[in-house]
């Protein structure tokens, strides 16, 4: 199924970027290709077709996913397919946060390495990028051995130690020669559903979507709270920005939530209610009608 997937995701991009070449290119004669975008929408049509009956087998996209406004097939294919074992390997919502590059980092802007506060977080760190180097190096079948302490030194120096250079806490970013720690594909996933559930409102829709109304309350907030950046260059994207992150991060709760119930798997609030300043927690929202068995 993951093949599949992104066979169609590939399929996707492909046929908009030669939709958008073909369209700045109208005053120019046709050429014998001008049928490709045609035919990939059908390409596109077709299996998104074959994925609505594929969906319509998942208990939580039945219970939930079904009646949120915005998530089609073709976005409920890419969550279910992608996401079942990391929603089933992570016991708390910032594992899952992580996984899909929605979480924070401590980052030294003075050597651009990552920082840590805790030594355990440090050693988990270091261990895990052991265990993918190791993954990488078997892949390879390299005839030299396999030298932990050499390979454990060269993931140590990504590593800043320096308690007194500047650091920042920021989303994760790619940094050229070093792993990522999270997935690509559906941090893309997520912030292209983002995007389409903030496209759920009046006149294009009879009322403003669930997600969206949360989109506008956070939007608020945060001109409220941080309107110093609207005096800025590029301010209003921002915060723009800062909004529908913190809405997609709500979603995904709530898609974690739902998933592991439907699954029998144990749930609990996030770190912030539980031990922060935050107090309450927002259930999983539906457009029409209450997320049962929650």
């Not at 073909?22 to 990939?40: G, H």
Request: charged letters at 25%; aromatic letters at 12%; one cysteine or more.
């Amino acid at each position: 199924m993951n093949s599949i997937v992104d066979v169609f995701y590939q399929i996707q991009k492909l046929r908009i970027s030669s939709t958008n070449m073909t369209n700045a290119t109208e005053d120019q004669p046709k050429t014998k290709f001008d049928w490709v975008p045609q035919r990939l929408h059908e390409i596109e049509k077709s299996m998104t077709a074959e994925f609505q009956s594929l969906v319509e087998a998942w208990p939580v996209y039945n219970q939930w996913l079904r009646h949120v406004k915005g998530i089609g097939p073709t976005y409920a294919i890419g969550l279910l397919a992608w996401l079942e074992n990391p929603v089933k390997n992570a016991d708390t919502v910032s594992k899952f946060w992580a996984y899909n590059g929605y979480n924070t980092e401590e980052w030294c802007t003075d050597c651009n390495k990552k920082f840590f506060s805790h030594p355990e977080k440090k050693e988990t760190y270091i261990q895990n990028k052991l265990k993918q180097l190791h993954l990488a190096f078997e892949r390879k079948k390299e005839k030299k051995e396999w030298n932990e302490g050499s390979v454990r030194l060269k993931v140590a120096s990504w590593i800043c130690t320096d308690p007194n250079h500047r650091i920042i806490v920021r989303a994760p970013r790619r940094v050229r020669g070093r792993l990522l720690d999270w997935n690509p594909s559906t941090r893309v996933l997520f912030w292209k559903i983002g995007h389409q559930l903030c496209m759920i409102k009046p006149p294009r829709f009879k009322k403003t979507g669930v997600y969206r109304q949360l989109y506008d309350s956070y939007k608020a907030d945060y001109e409220k709270t941080r309107g110093h950046l609207l005096l800025e260059k590029g301010g209003k994207g921002h915060i723009h920005n800062m909004a529908i992150r913190k809405m997609v991060k709500i979603f995904m709760y709530h898609l974690w939530r739902v998933w592991r119930t439907n699954l029998g798997l144990p749930i609990r609030d996030p770190y912030v209610t539980e031990y922060g300043e935050h107090r309450g927690i927002i259930p999983p929202l539906m457009d029409d009608g209450e997320v049962s068995n929650e």
